[in-house]
């Protein structure tokens, strides 16, 4: 039986996709992994993704400890590729406006 997205965020099994990884995004990421659910990140920017695979911070307050662990633990999966957006079950937007 397939669940609908009530039951999964219920049961923290809904799949968070932030677009966006920057000063307002990578906080978000951090809050729901914090609240357990498992989080998917997306950037256009390659290097920052790049750093984040690396278990590398580039937020003065965002520990590179943290990023490492939950990388590693793949309780958060940073991305490039956008096609990788459709296994989320939920999408946040977190970029800039003009």
């Not at 990578?26 to 984040?52: E, I, N, Q």
Request: aromatic share 8%; proline share 6%; hydrophobic share 45%.
């Amino acid at each position: 039986m397939t669940k609908t997205l009530e039951q999964k965020i219920v049961d923290q099994s809904a799949v968070i996709g932030i677009l966006g990884l920057g000063y307002v995004g990578l906080p978000l990421v951090r809050a729901f992994v914090a609240a357990g659910y498992p989080t998917m990140g997306f950037d256009v920017d390659a290097s920052k993704v790049d750093k984040l695979l690396a278990g590398e911070s580039y937020i003065e307050h965002i520990p590179s400890e943290w990023i490492a662990d939950c990388v590693n633990s793949k309780k958060f999966v940073p991305t490039a590729d956008m096609d990788r957006l459709a296994e989320a079950d939920v999408l946040l937007i977190c970029v800039p406006t003009p």
